[in-house]
């Protein structure tokens, strides 16, 4: 029997980030939340303001009998643009930095060496700007951030945002898809 493992990631917006992971195979939970800051239990509008130091971030849970570290890197890697510091799209500042959260020192390497392998192989054009942490704590976001892109999929937002990076991975990551009923309500929103 193997245990649940945990990764988290910053990569812009939490609920870009979420919406992505949740449909994965081998996925147990995905809670928004914030790290790597300086204040105790911040607020949204305290991480929105930029100055707490913490990052926007999602805490996944996952069997690694079913999806692996370096799995969740490539899906990490392929859905935000990793190369803009501090910025994804219009969303601007610190809380929105492309960042690692490693639990344990062989995760801070298989992603060093995969940034490696992605930088020295040109992909993206420009170096990778991701920085690797670890993790001291996480705080988790405010309840109504949680699975918003499911429960919110009609907001502006999530229309001219999150949809169209969720459909882009979906085409991308099909065969590591969950099964189509598994897919936390987003079947209504995103057709298979």
Known sequence: MTHSQTATFGAGCFWCVEAVFQQLQGIESVVSGYAGGHVTNPSYKEICSGTTGHA???????????ISFQELLEVFWQTHDPTTLNRQGNDVGTQYRSVIFYHTEEQKYIAEEYKKQLDASGVFGKPIVTTFEPLTIFYKAEEYHQNYFNENGMAPYCLFVVRPKVEKFRKTFAEKLQHREEVHSTNTILPP
């Open 56 to 66: 926007e971030v999602c805490q996944i849970t996952f069997d690694p009998e079913h």
